[in-house]
């Protein structure tokens, strides 16, 4: 097969990704390149601003582009590709806690993910927006959601901060992160949706998810019939509920069986607009986005960009 790029291929390698998991996968990772034959150069950034700053520099000279981390570090690399024109592919290779970006679009192993690089073509997917009275907030390639998703991140966050090896068993500090909001209140949240054939729907959601893949908060099937290539983002709700019922969503949620519980509602729009009550806070594939708009309610838009992202797929 020819390949569209010029080896070797730059790959930076997010040392932090997975509370540390992606630095100790950097033999592995070496390793599949070098039995697959792919010629490659490898750098590890010091710090966020310094992968930002390796990204933009790669992006305006590069057909392709590998990351190796998390969700967040493609989010943070597609950010810069994106500012710099989009032209450059973007390659995966998922060495976070989560990964549900890379599994999403079949690359969840490393083997799979190497083989992309070595043999994939340029995908374009659709890239998500979070925008306020017209001004863009933030990008989003998975999802990006309010209420429990926003609750448990942080919760995560900060117990990384005082115990970082407590912060590397995600299901248990899941656990803990959703018991944790609703024991401060922190959930449900009022809001307003608007978007979709159902038109408006108004409540208290403990969860609302927009979606442009599948899989989230660590293999979730949230929302079964999402594509990164269909110009749609699918929103999944999650009606105020109590905590032991919310296991259960979980539970049918791991395999997609999800959307017949009474709590549950999905449905697909170009665009969702969501009213709430005040500030707000905002999860896009693992980071927080802070939404201000100063006092009384204030409007989130949710839409996309159609295909601006070039994502190597095997």
């Given at each position: 097969?020819t ?9 930076l390698l ?12 950097r ?13 490659y150069?490898?750098t ?5 601003a310094?992968?930002?700053e390796a ?10 582009i ?15 590709i994106l ?21 999403s ?6 083997e799979a ?6 043999e ?6 659709d ?5 306020r ?6 990008y ?7 209420g429990l998703?926003v ?9 990384a ?6 912060a590397?068993?995600?299901?248990l500090?899941g656990f ?19 978007g979709?054939?159902?038109?408006r729907?108004?409540g208290?959601?403990?969860a609302?998810v927009?979606?442009?893949t599948?899989l ?21 709700l999650?009606e ?5 019922r919310?296991l ?5 949620a791991r ?15 170009k665009?969702f607009?969501?009213?709430?009550a ?6 896009t594939?693992?980071e927080i ?11 989130i838009?949710?839409?996309?960009l ?5 994502i190597?797929?095997?």
């Amino acid at each position: 097969m020819t390949r569209l790029y010029v080896p070797p291929i730059p790959v930076l390698l997010n040392p932090s990704a997975g509370a540390g998991r992606a630095s100790r996968m950097r033999a592995r990772l070496e390793s599949e390149l070098k039995r697959q034959g792919i010629p490659y150069t490898l750098t590890v950034p010091e710090s966020e601003a310094g992968l930002r700053e390796a990204t933009r520099r790669l992006a305006a000279a590069e057909r392709v582009i590998a990351g190796a981390g998390g969700d967040s570090t493609f989010l943070i690399m597609a950010e810069e590709i994106l500012k710099s024109g989009g032209r450059a592919a973007l390659g995966l290779v998922g060495m976070g806690s989560s990964n549900d970006i890379p599994s999403s679009l079949g690359l969840d192993t490393i083997e799979a993910a190497c083989r992309a690089l070595g043999e994939g073509r340029p995908r374009g997917i659709d890239v998500g927006v979070v925008e306020r009275d017209g001004a863009r907030l933030g990008y989003f390639l998975g999802q990006a959601n309010l209420g429990l998703g926003v609750a448990v991140n942080r919760y995560v966050a900060g117990l990384a901060a005082r115990r970082p090896r407590l912060a590397s068993r995600q299901f248990l500090d899941g656990f803990f992160g959703v018991r944790e909001a609703y024991r401060m209140g922190r959930i449900p949240v009022a809001m307003r949706i608007e978007g979709g054939e159902a038109g408006r729907v108004e409540g208290s959601f403990v969860a609302a998810v927009f979606a442009n893949t599948p899989l989230w908060a660590t293999g979730l099937r949230i929302a079964p019939e999402a594509r990164p290539d269909d110009g749609l983002l699918d929103l999944c709700l999650i009606e105020a509920c109590p905590f032991r019922r919310l296991l259960r969503i979980y539970a049918a949620a791991r395999k997609g069986r999800h959307a017949d519980l009474p709590e549950v509602r999905l449905r697909c729009s170009k665009k969702f607009e969501v009213k709430l009550a005040g500030p707000a806070f905002v999860q896009t594939d693992g980071e927080i986005l802070e939404v201000g708009g100063g006092e009384g309610s204030q409007t989130i838009a949710f839409g996309l960009l159609p295909s601006a992202l070039n994502i190597l797929l095997p």
